[in-house]
């Protein structure tokens, strides 16, 4: 039995395509299902639905032998224990430091003082940060970071940025772009010698769907 983690919403969406390639079809929608496990029409192949930040952990334990998950979410995660052979180039968004429409974050910068950054993101924000040489202090929240400096819970955020919009909203703008971000392929390490019968060809045929769209 081969068991992939797919997170419901956008990432689901776009992964819908590469499965097909591989002739692989969920035979219920987890959006309208309230459904964890999710049957395919492949007898040997099931679909765990959980949340994106879950993915990477079964995977590395081996409750999943295979999953997708964005970038920032893999890198957070540190990738332990995980082959990640495909780049899906779906999902696609940044990792930003975004700051108030008011705030001098440059000026912040060169002062050289301490930021109060908000985010979820830790190791992003720690690693970028120290590899930036800037000062911070990092506070973790679990969601609506843009609400963090209009609070005055903190000077500036670390967070994922798509269109803008949340930003723009919310008065606040991009002030570094860090990475780009797409949702991967990941494989557990060790599934990836005893089921590779089974999955190699899942991710050749995956693979291939994603080299088609570039
Ligand atoms: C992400 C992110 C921003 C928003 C950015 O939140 O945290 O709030 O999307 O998108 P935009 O640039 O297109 O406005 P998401 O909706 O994924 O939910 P979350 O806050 O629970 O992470």
């Known amino acids: 039995m081969i068991t992939m983690a ?12 590469f499965l097909a390639a591989a002739g692989i079809y969920p035979v219920e929608d987890p959006e309208k299902s309230r459904k964890l496990m999710i049957a395919t029409n492949r007898d040997d192949l099931r679909i765990v639905v959980i949340r994106a930040t879950d993915v990477p952990t079964y995977v590395q334990y081996g409750a999943a032998d295979i999953g997708v998950c964005g970038w920032d979410t893999l890198y957070e ?12 180039q779906i999902a696609k968004c940044r990792m930003s430091v975004a700051a108030p429409n008011g705030l001098d974050y440059d000026g912040l910068v060169r002062r050289g003082g301490r930021i109060r950054i908000a985010t979820k993101f830790m190791k992003w924000a720690r690693d970028y940060f120290a590899q930036q040489g800037v000062h911070v202090d990092l506070i973790k929240l679990y969601g609506s970071m843009e609400l963090a400096p209009i609070a005055g819970l903190a000077d500036a955020i670390v967070d994922i940025v798509a269109t803008g919009a949340t930003l723009k909203a919310n008065n606040m ?23 590779r019968v089974e999955l190699s060809p899942i991710i050749e045929n995956i693979r291939k769907a994603s080299n088609k769209n570039d």
């Open 173 to 195: 703008r991009e002030v570094r772009q860090i990475a780009p971000i797409s949702s991967r392929l990941i494989v557990n390490q060790i599934s990836m010698g005893l089921k």
């Open 77 to 88: 995660h540190g990738g332990n224990g995980l082959f990640i052979p495909v780049d899906l």
């Open 6 to 17: 797919l997170a419901k919403g956008r990432i689901y969406q776009e992964t819908l395509p």
